[in-house]
């Protein structure tokens, strides 16, 4: 059975524009026919206090037969495949893919908590989100748009539409 999912997609190292350009193929290739979308590109200013480069990000919706886990494995072979080591906690990367929302489901799980436990407070996934699915309710039934603040607007820059 099709579910509808969201992914935010993320990099600030080694060509980000083109890091997020390969993952977007990588992920419409698991996408059900005809259900693939992506955001606009934004820069973002990392977070945390590691010094490092702006990001690059987005955000892809797409309907899936993947189980839940099946999708985290498969967004995490993707990260290794364009080199995503994990060293520090909120550190660069070249890929960083988070499941947002898998269909209307509360996940809860040691490897896996959907909807992704920062979504709500970041305008790097709120505002791409927003992009391909403006009228999207969350599974908290709170609507994405009244989450969304001017400042938040003012954060990011868009790159490419």
């Known amino acids: 059975m099709a579910v509808q999912v969201y992914v935010a997609i993320g990099a600030n190292l080694a060509e980000p524009i083109q890091q997020l350009d390969v993952a977007v193929l990588a992920l419409k290739a698991l996408a059900i026919n005809n259900t ?18 702006d990001y690059v990000n987005a955000v892809a919706g797409f309907q899936t037969s993947l189980l839940p886990i099946e999708l985290l494995d498969t967004l995490q072979e993707i990260e290794q495949q364009q080199g ?48 391909i699915a403006p009228g999207l309710t969350l599974p908290c039934n709170t609507s994405l748009e009244s989450l969304i603040s001017v400042a938040m607007r003012d954060e990011l820059q868009k790159l490419i539409d």
């Open 36 to 53: 693939f979308t992506v955001s606009a590109y934004y820069g973002s200013k990392p977070m945390g206090d590691v010094i490092q480069p």
């Open 84 to 131: 995503r080591v994990r060293l520090e906690h909120w550190g660069p990367r070249t890929l960083d893919l988070d499941l947002l929302l898998y269909g209307q489901q509360h996940i809860n799980e040691p490897r896996l908590c959907v909807p992704h436990y920062g979504m709500k407070q970041r305008s790097f996934v709120l505002i791409p989100l927003a992009d």
